[in-house]
């Protein structure tokens, strides 16, 4: 459903319309607003909206006796061309919001998803075969000063980093470029045998 300033618009461009395709001419009086307001299904005040604005943009004109006359058939050929690309520009940002809105509402739910795992790693021990663990990064590992996607952990050990925790931080689901730091304790996934091959990766020296 419109909102009355979209109505009101809305009919504007319609009537700006057909003036452009000639169904009113120019000097031609248009019926009166109870009549409008009776095609459009809407209230005389919103028609009035609507005529107001032809009227502030020179495509019609309103007498003392409320009669509106056509002025020009340019002015509502150029008032259609920029409420066609306000519009279009209107739906491109709520198009771009609601993407955002569902991109929050994706981020929050696997946030609360991968908190829920590091939370319950020690249940999910023994149910499954890609428990998560924790890992610390000593001071003087190898993989400090570097990008996930440097280490290249998965080819060396099969396990997946999903969070790290940092001073008292979580970073949830960190890209490839995060790097990695001294005492980052680093969340993994993957088989039975990933916390002994990360311990031993990380620990490498310098």
Not at 60 to 85: M, P, R
Not at 142 to 168: C, D, F, N, P, Y
């Amino acid at each position: 459903m419109k909102s009355p300033m979209a109505m009101y618009r809305s009919i504007a461009v319609d009537l700006a319309q057909r003036i452009v395709n000639g169904e009113y001419s120019v000097h031609e009086k248009i019926s009166g607003r109870s009549l409008l307001a009776s095609h459009y299904n809407v209230s005389p005040e919103t028609v009035r909206k609507a005529i107001a604005l032809l009227k502030v943009k020179n495509v019609v004109s309103v007498s003392q006796g409320k009669e509106i006359t056509v002025l020009s058939a340019e002015n509502a050929y150029s008032f259609v061309e920029h409420y066609k690309s306000t519009d279009s520009v209107d739906s491109l940002h709520h198009d771009v919001e609601q993407l955002l809105q569902q991109k929050r509402e994706i981020d929050a739910r696997l946030e609360n998803l991968l908190t829920d795992i590091i939370n319950y790693s020690d249940k999910l021990r023994n149910l499954t075969p890609y428990n998560p663990v924790e890992v610390e990064v000593p001071a003087t590992s190898h993989i400090i000063g570097h990008k996930i996607a440097e280490i290249r952990l998965w080819q060396h050990t099969g396990a997946t980093i999903v969070a790290i925790r940092r001073a008292g931080d979580i970073i949830i689901s960190p890209g490839p470029d995060a790097i990695i730091e001294p005492l980052d304790r680093i969340v993994v996934v993957g088989n039975h045998e990933i916390l002994t091959k990360t311990t031993n990766f990380v620990n490498s020296p310098l």
